[in-house]
């Protein structure tokens, strides 16, 4: 008795499972995008609204990353394979090469910019930074007289007179972050170009990107609002991380000026402030009109409503393009230019 | 008095004298300090740590809202006055909302000024309406006094997690929307109430209309086919290995393994379930069926060792007797060891569901750790589940998702507790002593 129930049920769990994965044989009819979790907030909020607006199915945001996002993308076409990546920086050759090799056809919409700021609690002293004491207090190795020795700023004010007599404690992304590589691309290469006598001790391109490991920058892990949370019982500290959490936590929080320019929002749109970095996504053309949705789904992330001056990605922290840029941007992106390389 | 030192060891008498009594009393009276200071030391961190989630969390069950008096016009909801359906769901309801937002100010102009004045409210205003009309089409050429959510922002506001007392520029809350939401609060125009939406809704990116009722959902899909593989195999294994299984090298060897499995970080299992569920059989990401399949792979050997314990501690006694009784092998076990080992098994069944609830780092691989608006219907459907959501949440910019995390953990902590209390009782209820 006992036995036969057993085994009933469990033929009958087994026959469930056989036809929910027969079901699975289905066309697709949800778009689905992965990528960048900077682009997440943004991506998800369009993604939100298509599925309210339209008639379609609201799309299945992932967010695995720049990296881990163009990886998927470009391993084939095919249902099973993403439709969309988002990317909080250019496509890079290699990729691009995957993805042509796997017959791929990409169309790159360039969405906006994203600042990346060195924040501090409001209780803390207001840091005047230029890129190159940015390059002096974090880098690895600095050359000092002549010479490439490791790091031995301890104080800010070590590096400048004028800079605050304040230990430097920076606490950043790990390396598996594209807060991070944008961070190190943009600050660290760029103030290094600027530190006189770096060029002839070799520190140019990736030997800038090197970030000391002697407890003056802490990896304080991916997640943004942990750092704001460190930074706020911490007044001394100084953060690494995107404009929109500096933007939610205004209260509380404020951004260092990089070379003189605050980080705000108007100077970060005019390319003002330089930290910062381009964001995108990439629609794959082979899936457009058979996944049901890319093309509307395209036009809702391009619309006034979205991106626009009072477009809603803009609440959620997005820096936009100039106009210009824009409607440039929404012919390609609807007229599914192809990106060649 | 005899010197101490003349007499051998090996006559050494017990020092009862009175200084070595104390000694060990002092003793005995430190050690049980030192137990209390630890089962203390961990009572204080466990309330630390709900105290800080409850603290925090709690605010998130209500939500603040305000009330309007709107107009349904039945010239812009309905102008065919036919109550399709199809028509009134498509209704411009944002435009009736704003109208009625207006009245309230009608002084309010200027583009700027009226964007922040539609922002006190929520952007999912007019969903609540549409709701509403769609369920009672006769309200149409009313005007009702209809209480809508406030946006994210001003509810942080209202709960007092925007400070009023900083520069406007730093505040997310303009001093323009301070004046109008002071005006309807002095109008008995604010209120807040239980939020119904945190419990019935999918995933949102505006934080008031967030809810975990999808993740909760994909949390039970994904349970179901975790305990319908895990179970019967795990039992099945156990029984055989206990009972059937001749004792030899080669059962040893399945023995360690299962040991060790059990050991293995969950990741792994993950991976593996990238690679075979949707690289080699072409299983949909995201669905609670492969994310159940992966789960279960790692409750296994958990439900195997409870199991094969359960079994073990049925007196041999019991068997042998149902054999004398010229019952098979088959009958015995079946008949009588199984059922008495159940309880044991349940429980050790729980207890692994418990952890594959808690679950985020398999799930991550095999894509379940997305943005998911829709609540999932069936085993296929893209889903998430509920330790992932306070995941996605924790990460999320706008300040309202930290009171949101909060709560979803409370609610994942509750489910947990049920289900080990579930397995408490159970082991009171059956468990027989021999």
């Known amino acids: 008795m006992y036995l036969k129930t057993f085994t009933l049920a469990a033929a009958v769990t087994l026959a469930a499972l056989t036809v929910t994965m027969g079901g699975a044989a289905e066309a697709r009819d949800q778009i689905r995008i992965v990528g960048s979790s900077t682009v997440f907030p943004f991506s998800t909020s369009v993604a939100e609204q298509f599925g309210k607006t339209t008639k379609f199915k609201t799309p299945v945001v992932e967010s695995t990353g720049s990296g881990g996002g163009m990886k998927l993308f470009c391993s084939g076409v095919g249902e099973e394979h993403p439709d969309v990546t988002n990317s909080s920086r250019r496509i890079k050759k290699s990729e691009f ?125 991916e997640n943004d609002n942990l750092i704001v949370q460190k930074l706020e019982s911490n007044p001394n500290a100084v953060g690494i991380f995107g404009f929109s959490f500096l933007d939610q936590n205004a209260d509380k929080m404020k951004g260092a000026h990089i070379n003189g320019v605050p980080a705000e929002f108007e100077e970060i749109a005019d390319g003002n402030y330089p930290v910062s970095r381009s964001l995108y996504f990439y629609v794959k053309q082979q899936h457009v009109g058979v996944i049901p949705g890319i093309k509307e789904f395209i036009s809702e992330f391009t619309s006034e409503d979205a991106w626009g001056e009072d477009g809603y990605l803009l609440d959620k922290g997005l820096i936009p393009l100039s106009d210009a840029d824009r409607d440039a941007t929404i012919k390609a992106a609807t007229g599914l230019q192809s990106l060649s390389m | ?59 998130a069950f209500t939500q603040t809202e305000i009330a309007l008096d709107i107009e349904l016009d039945p010239a812009t909801i309905d102008p065919a006055g036919a109550r399709d359906p199809d028509v009134l769901a498509s209704a411009n309801y944002r435009k009736i909302v704003r109208a009625g937002l207006t009245e309230l100010f009608p002084d309010v102009s200027g583009r700027r000024t009226k964007r922040d004045l539609n922002r006190l409210i929520s952007s999912g205003a007019d969903l609540t309406l549409r709701d509403r009309v769609l369920a009672n089409p006769s309200i149409i050429g009313t005007t009702l006094r209809i209480w809508v959510k406030s946006s994210a922002d001003i509810d942080s506001f209202n709960k007092g997690q925007i400070p009023r007392d900083v520069v406007e520029a730093d505040r997310r809350v303009k001093d323009n929307q301070i004046t109008w939401f002071d005006a309807l609060a002095a109008d008995d125009r604010v209120r807040r109430s239980f939020n119904t939406t945190l419990f019935t809704a999918g995933d949102s990116r505006e934080p008031e209309q967030a809810g975990i ?32 299984a001749p004792k030899n090298r080669w059962t040893d060897l399945i023995e360690v393994n299962i040991n060790n499995l059990a050991a293995v970080p969950s990741i792994v299992f993950g991976l593996l379930g990238l690679a075979v569920f949707l690289n080699f059989f072409g299983l949909p990401r995201s669905a609670p069926v492969v994310g159940g399949t992966v789960l279960a792979l790692m409750t296994l050997p958990t439900i195997i060792i409870a199991g094969r314990a359960a079994l073990n501690a049925v007196p041999p006694s019991i068997r042998e007797a149902a054999l004398a009784m010229g019952a098979s092998p088959l009958q015995a076990i079946t008949h009588h060891v199984l059922p008495l080992a159940m309880p044991g098994i349940l429980t050790g069944t729980i207890i692994g569901m418990a952890r594959a609830l808690g679950e985020t780092a398999p799930l991550l691989m095999i894509g379940m750790v997305a943005f998911i608006v829709d609540i999932p219907r069936t085993f296929t459907d893209p889903a998430t589940v509920l330790p992932v959501q306070v995941f996605l949440w924790a990460d999320a910019p706008e300040r309202a998702f930290v009171e949101k995390t909060s709560a979803a953990i409370l609610v994942l902590l509750a489910f947990l507790i049920a289900m080990n209390l579930a397995a408490v009782i159970l082991r009171k209820k059956f468990e027989r002593r021999w």
């Open chain 1, 97 to 221: 090469d995957k993805c042509t090799a796997n017959g791929i056809g990409i169309t790159e919409v360039k969405i906006g910019f994203d600042g990346i700021v060195l924040g501090s609690s409001k209780a803390g002293p207001d840091l005047d930074l230029t890129l190159s004491q940015v390059f002096l207090a974090l880098a690895a190795r600095v050359p000092v007289d002549g010479k490439l020795v490791d790091n031995p700023h301890k104080m800010w004010s070590d590096i400048d007179p004028t800079l605050p007599k304040q230990k430097i404690e920076v606490l950043g992304p790990p390396p598996t972050s594209g807060t991070r590589d944008a961070f190190v691309e943009i600050a660290m290469e760029g103030g290094c170009e600027g530190v006189a006598g770096a060029k002839e001790l070799g520190l140019e391109k990736k030997a800038c990107h090197i970030i000391r490991e002697d407890g003056a920058f802490v990896e304080a892990g």
């Open chain 2, 1 to 59: 008095m005899t010197d101490l030192a003349a007499i051998p060891v090996s006559q050494r008498k017990p020092d009862l004298s009175e200084a070595q009594l104390r000694r060990r009393y002092r003793a005995e009276a430190r050690f049980r300090l030192y137990g209390v200071a630890a089962i203390l030391f961990a009572v204080g961190i466990l309330a630390l740590l709900l105290g800080s989630i409850v603290s925090t969390g709690f605010s």
């Open chain 2, 213 to 244: 009722w999808g993740a909760a959902v994909g949390s039970f899909l994904t349970l179901i086919v975790t305990l319908a593989l895990s179970f019967p195999v795990g039992v099945m294994a156990a029984v055989y290995l206990e009972a059937f």
